[in-house]
């Protein structure tokens, strides 16, 4: 059955309690008004307003999201209204100025179905990410998608000029080292800080390499920002029997205060004090006690944890310390030459700073000089942006200019591409992919290819810079289900058929004779009712019936179970399968589902009918975990009961509205939207209604002995709010397969749970925990997407769940 939802407008204001026919005064209205701003400061997913958040809008929320909306709002995340990029047409990211990252996991083998089965066990997913929607499946690969995609022209305008304007980059400076590294947008400090792979590759000592298993490491955060302060570095050493030692460290804090001068005395015999570089004599070094080990204590004393280290080839100066540092800036690699050559710090101090350093008037290298120029090198780079740098030095340091070309004769510069990884790397951001080895369309230093999820996650922690644009893919559930599962179609099968038993009822006994069409008339006043399953025996008539929503089960059993008709009580039940023995706990959590937080689901009942049954207190009353607060039995019209038949009467007091919804519940709480669910051409008999915050879902719930007296059945949500209907996502597979012998195997013994389930459970608690390790190395301000890509086949789809949030502060 196809529910046709209508999301309402923007709700009216009312009264946080319960008040018929008597107007609010004044004093009552500014104190509501006050409670409604203060309250409410705190958004539907819990963060303050000020921070970002993602919401999708109301009309979108029932419609699967594509991979091209999906890239869309990664546009957007990343470049913004500044970079001539749109707010995406289906949701809302706010503030998006203050998103430092994009991370994108994409989950290969798992469906939303999935996610739903086994959604006790993701506790991560379901408690960390207040965004969730439906995925469109897509047979073109997702994560080649997100890179290669095109950014529209409008965007960043002024890498797609062609006219000789000033803000169009000359081709001399396109492929200059320090553009193609660094680009040309002038960014914080954070984007210099070297990682932990360009770190090993350039030999500097990283905590858990071999060689470095003695070395001292500072107490560093795992990242810096660009507030981080800037520490200058250098040092001096001698050559002794083992080799060199160190023999003087200079430090400066970020005003060019030398804050450590220390001389050393080495732990070896001293071969050569190499004084025309070091400065070091014997008489200097004679008087000395201070070891190696007290440098590292002064210094692990000095640096702040978010201290970031600047030197000139500082890798040098690290070993000589025997000192692990997390971040580091290194002068040499900033200012690049051509193939890997380096300038001289003395160079770079008189081209740049316009200041004599090095001189051979002088005996010796000046360590607090050297550390002194070091750190202006790096501020003066930082300051001025990479590509200002390279204009004004161009001549100086690499040692040639920009010729304009006539441009009657020189064919017109290549516009850049448009492509999304490349426009974040012109811009100086980050990508990188790291999954299985597969046809990215990314340049291959930015791919890392592991065989398993545990090894992507670990390559990724290790990175001491999260990049700008991530892409993990995780491919180990889909390969253990492809091990595990030879006929994927049924196992999906299995997976729905469990989830559309969460939605089963077993009623009976019924009077002889009582047909399908009465037990329908009977249960669909507790919700849309799916189908009908007759269980005839030879003395009872027995019925099963399935619901669209996970609603209408729970209010058939609070309100049919003992029905007496014609002097005989009904028993409605669960069917009893060992796959649904925690079919509770997995209910309750769903009604504490933040997305359920202030949803009620409500349904109107025929006057006539309800009247013919008097209010009872037989069922649980509301409770603060908002457990099911309606306590009365009840039955649709044309059924008979004590033998006596009941026939509706069609009157305006039984139809459902936005308008009624509102003047009805607007007395507990103000009401944000109300969503209808009825069949196309059909009115309306049941809705969802969310209000602007819990209280108001919670006194609704208390007061459902007198919504009784108005005709109004309640009950907390439990049907996720982006899905139409329960059974929806268990519906999208076709069943035209000509194999349908091992599809009705499936069928009969889904409700027994195999070792392969078992396995399989096990396996998405570990998926979770890897997410939450993931989640928690992000940094604050990272939009983070989780995408369960769903299932195709030739027989049809599954659909995906695409899972976001903005990670907040702690």
């Not at 997976?495 to 009977?522: I, K, T, Y």
């Given at each position: 059955?196809?529910?046709?939802?209508?999301?309402?407008?923007?709700?009216?204001?009312?009264?946080?309690?319960?008040?018929?026919?008597?107007?609010?005064?004044?004093?009552?209205?500014?104190?509501?008004?006050?409670?409604?701003?203060?309250?409410?400061?705190?958004?539907?997913?819990?963060?303050?307003?000020?921070?970002?958040?993602?919401?999708?809008?109301?009309?979108?929320?029932?419609?699967?999201?594509?991979?091209?909306?999906?890239?869309?709002?990664?546009?957007?995340?990343?470049?913004?209204?500044?970079?001539?990029?749109?707010?995406?047409?289906?949701?809302?990211?706010?503030?998006?100025?203050?998103?430092?990252?994009?991370?994108?996991?994409?989950?290969?083998?798992?469906?939303?179905?999935?996610?739903?089965?086994?959604?006790?066990?993701?506790?991560?997913?379901?408690?960390?990410?207040?965004?969730?929607?439906?995925?469109?499946?897509?047979?073109?690969?997702?994560?080649?998608?997100?890179?290669?995609?095109?950014?529209?022209?409008?965007?960043?305008?002024?890498?797609?000029?062609?006219?000789?304007?000033?803000?169009?980059?000359?081709?001399?400076?396109?492929?200059?080292?320090?553009?193609?590294?660094?680009?040309?947008?002038?960014?914080?400090?954070?984007?210099?800080?070297?990682?932990?792979?360009?770190?090993?590759?350039?030999?500097?000592?990283?905590?858990?390499?071999?060689?470095?298993?003695?070395?001292?490491?500072?107490?560093?955060?795992?990242?810096?920002?660009?507030?981080?302060p800037l520490y200058g570095i250098d040092c001096e050493m001698v050559q002794t029997e083992k080799g060199y030692e160190l023999a003087r460290v200079s430090l400066v804090d970020s005003d060019g205060n030398c804050v450590l001068d220390d001389l050393v005395k080495p732990l070896n015999r001293i071969f050569n004090y190499l004084t025309r570089f070091s400065g070091i004599t014997a008489a200097m070094l004679r008087p000395i006690t201070t070891t190696l080990r007290d440098v590292q204590v002064k210094l692990r004393k000095l640096?702040?944890?978010?201290?970031?280290?600047?030197?000139?080839?500082?890798?040098?100066?690290?070993?000589?310390?025997?000192?692990?540092?997390?971040?580091?800036?290194?002068?040499?690699?900033?200012?690049?030459?051509?193939?890997?050559?380096?300038?001289?710090?003395?160079?770079?101090?008189?081209?740049?700073?316009?200041?004599?350093?090095?001189?051979?008037?002088?005996?010796?290298?000046?360590?607090?000089?050297?550390?002194?120029?070091?750190?202006?090198?790096?501020?003066?780079?930082?300051?001025?942006?990479?590509?200002?740098?390279?204009?004004?030095?161009?001549?100086?340091?690499?040692?040639?200019?920009?010729?304009?070309?006539?441009?009657?004769?020189?064919?017109?510069?290549?516009?850049?591409?448009?492509?999304?990884?490349?426009?974040?790397?012109?811009?100086?951001?980050?990508?990188?992919?790291?999954?299985?080895?597969?046809?990215?369309?990314?340049?291959?230093?930015?791919?890392?290819?592991?065989?398993?999820?545990?090894?992507?996650?670990?390559?990724?922690?290790?990175?001491?810079?999260?990049?700008?644009?991530?892409?993990?893919?995780?491919?180990?559930?889909?390969?253990?289900?492809?091990?595990?599962?030879?006929?994927?179609?049924?196992?999906?099968?299995?997976?729905?058929?469990?989830?559309?038993?969460?939605?089963?009822?077993?009623?009976?006994?019924?009077?002889?004779?009582?047909?399908?069409?009465?037990?329908?008339?009977?249960?669909?006043?507790?919700?849309?009712?799916?189908?009908?399953?007759?269980?005839?025996?030879?003395?009872?008539?027995?019925?099963?019936?399935?619901?669209?929503?996970?609603?209408?089960?729970?209010?058939?059993?609070?309100?049919?179970?003992?029905?007496?008709?014609?002097?005989?009580?009904?028993?409605?039940?669960?069917?009893?399968?060992?796959?649904?023995?925690?079919?509770?706990?997995?209910?309750?959590?769903?009604?504490?589902?933040?997305?359920?937080?202030?949803?009620?689901?409500?349904?109107?009942?025929?006057?006539?009918?309800?009247?013919?049954?008097?209010?009872?207190?037989?069922?649980?009353?509301?409770?603060?975990?908002?457990?099911?607060?309606?306590?009365?039995a009840n039955r649709l019209p044309s059924v008979k009961v004590n033998g006596q038949r009941s026939h509706p009467t069609t009157t305006a007091k039984s139809k459902l509205s936005e308008e009624t919804v509102r003047e009805t519940f607007g007395h507990f709480g103000a009401v944000e939207r109300v969503v209808l669910l009825a069949k196309p051409g059909k009115r309306a008999r049941h809705a969802y209604i969310k209000f602007e915050s819990s209280e108001g879902k919670h006194v609704s719930l208390s007061s459902s002995e007198d919504?009784?007296?108005?005709?109004?059945?309640?009950?907390?949500?439990?049907?996720?709010?982006?899905?139409?209907?329960?059974?929806?996502?268990?519906?999208?597979?076709?069943?035209?397969?000509?194999?349908?012998?091992?599809?009705?195997?499936?069928?009969?013994?889904?409700?027994?749970?195999?070792?392969?389930?078992?396995?399989?459970?096990?396996?998405?608690?570990?998926?979770?925990?890897?997410?939450?390790?993931?989640?928690?190395?992000?940094?604050?301000?990272?939009?983070?997407?989780?995408?369960?890509?769903?299932?195709?086949?030739?027989?049809?789809?599954?659909?995906?769940?695409?899972?976001?949030?903005?990670?907040?502060?702690?």
């Amino acid at each position: 059955m196809s529910l046709n939802m209508e999301p309402s407008s923007a709700a009216a204001t009312c009264n946080r309690r319960k008040r018929k026919n008597i107007a609010p005064t004044a004093h009552d209205e500014a104190k509501r008004l006050k409670t409604v701003q203060e309250g409410e400061e705190l958004l539907e997913c819990g963060h303050s307003s000020r921070s970002q958040r993602i919401s999708v809008l109301p009309d979108r929320l029932h419609q699967p999201i594509t991979p091209d909306e999906l890239t869309e709002l990664l546009h957007y995340a990343a470049l913004g209204k500044t970079g001539g990029i749109k707010q995406p047409s289906w949701c809302r990211l706010q503030h998006q100025k203050r998103v430092k990252a994009v991370n994108v996991v994409i989950v290969e083998g798992l469906t939303q179905s999935h996610f739903y089965k086994h959604y006790l066990t993701l506790r991560h997913l379901r408690t960390n990410y207040t965004t969730r929607l439906t995925f469109t499946p897509s047979s073109a690969d997702l994560a080649s998608g997100i890179f290669s995609s095109e950014v529209p022209k409008s965007a960043c305008p002024f890498l797609f000029q062609r006219h000789n304007g000033s803000s169009e980059l000359h081709k001399a400076l396109r492929s200059h080292p320090v553009i193609t590294k660094f680009g040309t947008q002038r960014r914080g400090l954070t984007a210099y800080v070297l990682t932990q792979e360009e770190m090993i590759k350039k030999h500097f000592p990283v905590k858990g390499m071999p060689g470095f298993e003695e070395y001292v490491c500072t107490d560093s955060v795992d990242s810096v920002t660009d507030n981080s302060p800037l520490y200058g570095i250098d040092c001096e050493m001698v050559q002794t029997e083992k080799g060199y030692e160190l023999a003087r460290v200079s430090l400066v804090d970020s005003d060019g205060n030398c804050v450590l001068d220390d001389l050393v005395k080495p732990l070896n015999r001293i071969f050569n004090y190499l004084t025309r570089f070091s400065g070091i004599t014997a008489a200097m070094l004679r008087p000395i006690t201070t070891t190696l080990r007290d440098v590292q204590v002064k210094l692990r004393k000095l640096l702040p944890s978010d201290a970031v280290l600047v030197g000139h080839s500082i890798n040098n100066d690290l070993v000589a310390l025997k000192l692990i540092h997390q971040h580091v800036i290194d002068t040499s690699l900033l200012y690049r030459k051509e193939f890997g050559q380096r300038f001289k710090l003395k160079v770079l101090a008189e081209t740049v700073l316009k200041r004599q350093i090095q001189t051979e008037e002088k005996k010796g290298h000046n360590p607090i000089e050297d550390a002194l120029a070091a750190l202006e090198l790096a501020q003066y780079f930082i300051k001025r942006g990479p590509r200002q740098v390279v204009e004004l030095h161009m001549e100086e340091l690499w040692g040639y200019t920009i010729v304009e070309e006539e441009s009657t004769d020189s064919e017109p510069a290549p516009t850049p591409s448009p492509r999304f990884a490349d426009i974040l790397q012109t811009l100086g951001r980050s990508v990188a992919f790291l999954g299985k080895r597969c046809d990215i369309a990314l340049d291959l230093s930015h791919q890392q290819w592991h065989n398993s999820d545990k090894e992507v996650l670990a390559s990724f922690r290790r990175r001491t810079k999260c990049p700008f644009l991530s892409v993990l893919q995780f491919s180990s559930l889909l390969d253990h289900q492809k091990r595990s599962y030879p006929h994927q179609e049924h196992q999906h099968q299995r997976v729905c058929a469990n989830l559309r038993d969460m939605c089963v009822v077993v009623a009976g006994p019924f009077p002889a004779a009582f047909s399908e069409r009465e037990v329908r008339r009977l249960f669909c006043c507790c919700g849309p009712v799916r189908n009908i399953k007759m269980l005839n025996t030879t003395v009872r008539v027995h019925a099963e019936v399935e619901f669209e929503l996970l609603e209408g089960a729970m209010l058939a059993l609070k309100t049919l179970n003992g029905l007496d008709m014609q002097g005989q009580s009904i028993k409605v039940q669960r069917p009893v399968y060992e796959s649904m023995l925690d079919l509770d706990l997995t209910l309750d959590t769903l009604m504490c589902d933040s997305l359920n937080t202030s949803h009620l689901y409500v349904v109107k009942l025929n006057p006539s009918v309800a009247e013919s049954i008097p209010f009872s207190a037989r069922v649980n009353g509301h409770t603060s975990d908002a457990k099911c607060s309606v306590k009365t039995a009840n039955r649709l019209p044309s059924v008979k009961v004590n033998g006596q038949r009941s026939h509706p009467t069609t009157t305006a007091k039984s139809k459902l509205s936005e308008e009624t919804v509102r003047e009805t519940f607007g007395h507990f709480g103000a009401v944000e939207r109300v969503v209808l669910l009825a069949k196309p051409g059909k009115r309306a008999r049941h809705a969802y209604i969310k209000f602007e915050s819990s209280e108001g879902k919670h006194v609704s719930l208390s007061s459902s002995e007198d919504l009784w007296k108005e005709k109004y059945l309640v009950c907390p949500s439990l049907t996720p709010p982006h899905l139409p209907s329960w059974v929806a996502m268990t519906t999208a597979i076709t069943t035209a397969d000509p194999d349908s012998e091992a599809a009705e195997d499936e069928e009969r013994t889904h409700m027994h749970t195999s070792s392969q389930d078992q396995e399989m459970d096990l396996m998405m608690g570990k998926l979770d925990c890897r997410l939450r390790k993931l989640f928690r190395s992000l940094p604050e301000g990272t939009l983070s997407v989780v995408v369960l890509l769903g299932h195709t086949s030739a027989h049809g789809y599954l659909p995906g769940l695409c899972l976001m949030e903005v990670k907040q502060g702690s």
